[in-house]
């Protein structure tokens, strides 16, 4: 009777254990990123009164006589279900759908949410708002370029960036009079196309076209660089001293973009050797990748007998404008669009899987850190090798399903009230025992 009572006594304080866990669940049903509990039980050893025996003689063997001595507690899971995810419309709120974690710089080392709470600081430093701790992943280069070979460090959004575009590519469309006199110096078309060099510069430059006076349906084209500076210095030069060439047009007037019958598309481009404003400047070379490698597209030059008059219908330069927001995608890419319509690529979170993610410890404010069941962390890309994607705008909300949980609240009630009953049982038991002196 004694050992009832002892193994009540056990069997109640599992019990309140499993309500414990049981409680912490439903306490954090509505925390964002909480993963729930679960207790396991297991039979305590059994003390052998008689052993079993082999059937021998005609008779049939015996079992073994044994007393159970009452349960423990097994262990206490953490569940890696998928949470529901809730709409907030807050850009910076990030939800992990499938395996995986964000990476979290902490004081010690690093730290794994599911809790995608996220803001920019005032150092424009990507923040866990829970915890105060920087997210970690990779920042893009001035030319938004992102090595992920490199170690993860922590996430800089740098808000108030200005950025521009140089000029590459100049769309020219309209028509040069097929009529025209080439002996005639007045009967030229000018046109003037602004262009940006890699500071934000705008540079006008002068275009002008000549009809060849012995080469039927063949423009002569020159640029001339914009006026001078102040400082008797022109904006800027031709790697080949000018920029000149010819447009050549097919007997119907339309562009011909390969006079030579080779195959191979004509491509003009403007060179600039030195800009006077200190921006980017190359060695001649018609290298369309060169940012001051500019491509005049003549496509859309017709030569009808019409007057001549050309004109800009599209340049891909950009003058500076400042970063207003950014976004992000399902692989955790961080954007930045510029109040020049400029988007530009700013940085990239990092996920971290592990080969047991049960082994995990839960270190408080919804961080979990590594254990030596856990394995270390796999640091990669959202999306990638069975890691989950991300959906920017919502959040992971708990996945404690309260129907559950009550359930379990019920059968832990039982539980500790069925085991309480044996502790009164023994000790009447105990009571009848001692009576039996009287």
Same mark, same amino acid.
């Given at each position: 009777?004694?050992?009832?009572l002892?193994?009540?006594?056990?069997?109640?304080?599992?019990?309140?254990?499993?309500?414990?866990?049981?409680?912490?669940?439903?306490?954090?049903?509505?925390?964002?990123?909480?993963? #729930?509990?679960?207790?396991?039980?297991?039979?305590?050893?059994?003390?052998?009164?008689?052993?079993?025996?082999?059937?021998?003689?005609?008779?049939?063997?015996?079992?073994?006589?044994?007393?159970?001595?009452?349960?423990?507690?097994?262990?206490?899971?953490?569940?890696?279900?998928?949470?529901?995810?809730?709409?907030?419309?807050?850009?910076?709120?990030?939800?992990?759908?499938?395996?995986?974690?964000? $990476?979290?710089?902490?004081?010690?080392?690093?730290?794994? $949410?599911?809790?995608?709470?996220?803001?920019?600081? $005032?150092?424009?430093?990507?923040?866990?708002?829970?915890?105060?701790?920087?997210?970690?992943?990779? @920042?893009?280069?001035?030319?938004?370029?992102?090595?992920t070979?490199?170690?993860?460090?922590?996430?800089?959004?740098p808000?108030?960036?200005?950025?521009?575009?140089?000029?590459?590519?100049?769309?020219? =469309?309209?028509?040069?009079?097929?009529?025209?006199?080439?002996?005639?110096?007045?009967?030229?078309?000018?046109?003037?196309?602004?262009?940006?060099?890699?500071?934000?510069?705008?540079?006008?430059?002068?275009?002008?076209?000549?009809?060849?006076?012995?080469?039927?349906?063949?423009?002569?084209?020159?640029?001339?660089?914009?006026? $001078?500076?102040?400082?008797?210095?022109?904006?800027?030069?031709?790697?080949?001293?000018?920029?000149?060439?010819?447009?050549?047009?097919?007997?119907?007037?339309?562009?011909?973009?390969?006079?030579?019958g080779d195959?191979?598309?004509?491509?003009?481009?403007?060179?600039? #050797?030195?800009?006077?404003?200190?921006?980017?400047?190359?060695?001649?070379?018609?290298?369309?990748?060169?940012?001051?490698?500019?491509?005049?597209?003549?496509?859309?030059?017709?030569?009808?007998?019409?007057l001549?008059?050309?004109?800009?219908?599209?340049?891909?330069?950009?003058?500076?404008?400042?970063?207003?927001?950014?976004?992000?995608?399902?692989?955790?890419?961080?954007?930045?669009v510029?109040?020049?319509?400029?988007?530009?690529r700013?940085?990239?979170?990092?996920?971290?899987?592990?080969?047991?993610?049960?082994?995990?410890?839960?270190?408080?404010?919804?961080?979990?850190?590594?254990?030596?069941? =856990?394995?270390? #962390?796999?640091?990669?890309?959202?999306?990638?090798?069975?890691?989950?994607?991300?959906?920017?705008?919502?959040?992971?909300?708990?996945?404690?399903?309260?129907?559950?949980?009550? @359930?379990?609240?019920?059968t832990?009630?039982r539980?500790?009230?069925?085991?309480?009953?044996?502790?009164?049982?023994?000790?009447?038991?105990?009571?009848?025992?001692?009576?039996?002196?009287?």
């Amino acid at each position: 009777m004694i050992r009832s009572l002892s193994m009540a006594i056990a069997s109640l304080r599992n019990h309140q254990v499993f309500m414990d866990v049981i409680a912490s669940n439903i306490s954090n049903v509505n925390t964002t990123g909480y993963k #729930a509990s679960r207790v396991q039980f297991q039979e305590l050893l059994s003390q052998t009164i008689r052993g079993s025996s082999a059937p021998r003689g005609g008779a049939g063997g015996l079992n073994p006589v044994q007393i159970g001595l009452g349960m423990a507690l097994g262990g206490i899971d953490t569940l890696f279900t998928q949470g529901s995810l809730q709409d907030t419309g807050r850009l910076t709120d990030l939800a992990i759908q499938g395996n995986g974690f964000f $990476v979290l710089k902490t004081g010690e080392g690093y730290g794994y $949410v599911r809790d995608g709470n996220l803001d920019v600081g $005032v150092d424009g430093g990507l923040v866990h708002l829970t915890t105060g701790y920087k997210v970690q992943g990779w @920042t893009a280069d001035n030319n938004g370029n992102i090595d992920t070979g490199e170690a993860v460090s922590s996430i800089n959004i740098p808000l108030g960036m200005r950025l521009a575009r140089a000029t590459t590519l100049t769309n020219l =469309s309209g028509n040069l009079d097929a009529g025209a006199d080439p002996t005639d110096p007045e009967q030229v078309a000018n046109m003037t196309i602004g262009v940006y060099d890699s500071l934000g510069n705008q540079h006008e430059v002068t275009i002008t076209f000549t009809k060849s006076a012995t080469t039927p349906n063949q423009w002569d084209w020159a640029a001339t660089p914009p006026d $001078v500076n102040q400082d008797g210095a022109p904006d800027f030069t031709f790697a080949n001293g000018t920029g000149s060439g010819t447009v050549v047009f097919k007997t119907d007037g339309s562009y011909n973009a390969d006079p030579d019958g080779d195959g191979i598309n004509n491509d003009i481009y403007l060179e600039v #050797a030195d800009f006077n404003t200190g921006a980017a400047g190359a060695a001649y070379n018609a290298d369309p990748d060169l940012d001051s490698s500019i491509h005049l597209d003549f496509s859309s030059i017709t030569q009808l007998v019409n007057l001549s008059e050309v004109s800009v219908a599209n340049q891909d330069g950009l003058a500076p404008g400042a970063l207003t927001t950014f976004s992000m995608s399902n692989t955790g890419e961080i954007m930045g669009v510029f109040s020049n319509g400029l988007t530009r690529r700013l940085g990239q979170i990092a996920m971290a899987k592990f080969q047991n993610s049960g082994g995990l410890r839960k270190e408080g404010q919804s961080l979990f850190n590594t254990s030596a069941n =856990s394995g270390v #962390a796999q640091i990669g890309l959202p999306g990638q090798d069975g890691r989950g994607q991300i959906s920017s705008g919502y959040l992971e909300m708990s996945n404690v399903e309260l129907a559950q949980q009550f @359930t379990s609240m019920i059968t832990a009630q039982r539980g500790f009230q069925a085991n309480s009953r044996v502790i009164t049982a023994s000790d009447e038991m105990l009571q009848e025992l001692v009576n039996l002196t009287r």
